[in-house]
């Protein structure tokens, strides 16, 4: 059982809108704890895709965007294309642990 | 460009040990918190241990805490994973990442190297 709790899989069609969310609590995300994601594709290592709740890092597309509202977090892809298809993760800080990082438990993104 | 490239998994017996080791390079190492993150075959990623700059902060998660110890050695620029009284749960991908300079995110990642706990 994931600190931080996503859906298993989401899916949309090529142009589409997808949004993947991340529940966690006040010990986490509504502590005021930043949430960050990953993607991670088939048989690679995870990359991380935004940092700081809505900020990406250099190189990675507009399209994905974060948010961040009380105790969850959003990750949003926007004109999705075939190469979306992945896995994406998570993750953030809780204060309630003794090993404070924690990661949700991913969702698989399906690109139909 | 910054490159983390692990070594030392492998095939080991419940009950063993194993060491990893992580060679930074393109960055300032000794700048940097170092974290192993793991990932069981098919399943989501587990934060398992992470190391200040300094060596002066250490963290582990509770299912390794005991069993497993991080270090580094900044005149190496390398990180290091001691795993003891493996166990068939501990079988995953290790991956050694990097925690960014201002925030609590891991901006950059090995490729992993895979631990099998089998008899």
């Known amino acids: 059982q994931s600190v931080l709790t996503q859906p298993p899989s989401v899916s949309g069609a090529p142009g589409q809108r997808v949004t993947i969310s991340c529940t966690g609590s006040?010990?986490?995300?509504?502590?005021?704890?930043?949430v960050h994601w990953y993607q991670q594709l088939p048989g690679t290592a995870p990359k991380l895709l935004i940092y700081?709740?809505?900020n990406r890092p250099s190189g990675v597309p507009d399209r994905f965007s974060g948010s961040k509202s009380g105790t969850s977090a959003s990750l949003a892809i926007t004109g999705l294309q075939a190469e979306d298809e992945a896995d994406y993760y998570c993750?953030?800080?809780?204060?309630?642990?003794?090993?404070?990082?924690?990661f949700g438990g991913g969702t698989k993104l399906t690109v139909l | 460009e910054v490159q983390l490239v692990e070594s030392g998994g492998g095939l080991v017996k419940p009950g063993g040990s194993l060491r990893l080791s992580c060679a930074a390079s393109?960055?300032?190492?000794?700048?940097?918190?170092m974290n192993w993150v793991r990932q069981a075959p098919g399943k989501g990623l587990e934060w398992v241990s992470s190391?200040?700059?300094?060596?002066?902060?250490?963290y582990y998660a509770d299912s390794v805490k005991g069993r497993f110890t991080i270090s580094r050695d900044n005149a190496k620029n390398s990180l290091y994973l001691q795993m003891n009284s493996l166990r068939a749960e501990d079988t995953a991908v290790y991956y050694c990442?990097?925690?960014?300079?201002?925030?609590?995110?891991?901006?950059?990642w090995g490729q992993g190297t895979l631990v099998t706990v089998s008899s």
């Open positions: 393109g960055f300032t190492f000794s700048s940097y918190s």
């Open positions: 700081g709740n809505s």
């Open positions: 190391i200040s700059s300094s060596s002066s902060y250490i």
């Open positions: 990442a990097r925690g960014a300079l201002d925030s609590s995110a891991l901006d950059y």
């Open positions: 993750q953030s800080y809780d204060s309630s642990l003794s090993g404070p990082w924690v």
């Open positions: 006040s010990s986490n995300i509504g502590a005021g704890y930043d």
